[in-house]
T-cell receptor, first 116, second 113 residues
């Protein structure tokens, strides 16, 4: 159990367009979902934390108007990269923690975004 | 602010060699500790975790880690590595206060046959 999926697994878009990435917990309810960004050969950087039904909490330095997060249900969170630029190209990873959990996070497979 | 440091950025070993990867964190309260592995082209997988109890934790694929509270450390070990252990290894910490998972910078392990 505790499977998290992401869609799409990779996406290429043009500068100025918006891209939506979905994160789903497939077999459990997730009170909290997290969005990370991973640059090549570097660690994961937490971008934001989202709780179902409330506004996301963004980490310092992350533009909330650029990275829109919606946590519509206990199994779905979306990250929309608005007006994408080439510097937004990265690997975006989501994770989810269980409703009855103990802080353990389950990670999705990630989405590779390339902005041309 | 909380932080996690991994001292070894890149480790190169031959098969059957023993492995120890260092991890230290900078938080004095109650923490949960994790080691994740990321194989080339794949997503993060949990190797092992410590929440409470026996400080020597056994994980998957023959890995183990020891929590030493006095040293704020959670080092990862494996007695005999295999070529298939080639991957990136991340130490991570959650404190009860913040619920945020803080990752170390990662250690790239290369194992040669």
């Amino acid at each position: 159990g505790a499977v998290v999926s992401q869609h799409p697994s990779w996406v290429i878009c043009k500068s100025g367009t918006s891209v939506k990435i979905e994160c789903r917990s497939l077999d459990f309810q997730a009170t909290t979902m997290f969005w990370y960004r991973q640059f090549p050969k570097q660690s994961l950087m937490l971008m934001a934390t989202s709780n179902e039904g409330s506004k996301a909490t963004y980490e310092q330095g992350v533009e909330k108007d650029k990275f829109l997060i919606n946590h519509a249900s206990l199994t779905l969170s979306t990250l929309t990269v608005t007006s994408a630029h080439p510097e937004d190209s990265s690997f975006y990873i989501c994770s989810a923690s269980r409703l009855e959990g103990n802080h353990e996070q389950y990670f999705g497979p990630g989405t590779r975004l390339t902005v041309t | 602010a909380q932080s996690v440091s991994q001292h070894n950025h890149h480790v190169i070993l031959s098969e059957a060699a023993s492995l120890e990867l260092g991890c230290n964190y900078s938080y004095g309260g109650t923490v949960n500790l994790f080691w994740y592995v990321q194989y080339p082209g794949q997503h993060l997988q949990l190797l092992l975790k410590y929440f409470s109890g026996d400080p020597l934790v056994k994980g998957i694929k023959g890995f183990e880690a020891e929590f030493i509270k006095s040293k704020f450390s959670f080092n990862l070990r494996k007695p005999s590595v295999q070529w298939s252990d080639t991957a990136e290894y991340f130490c991570a910490v959650i404190s009860y206060n913040t619920d945020k998972l803080i990752f170390g910078t990662g250690t790239r392990l290369q194992v040669f046959p």
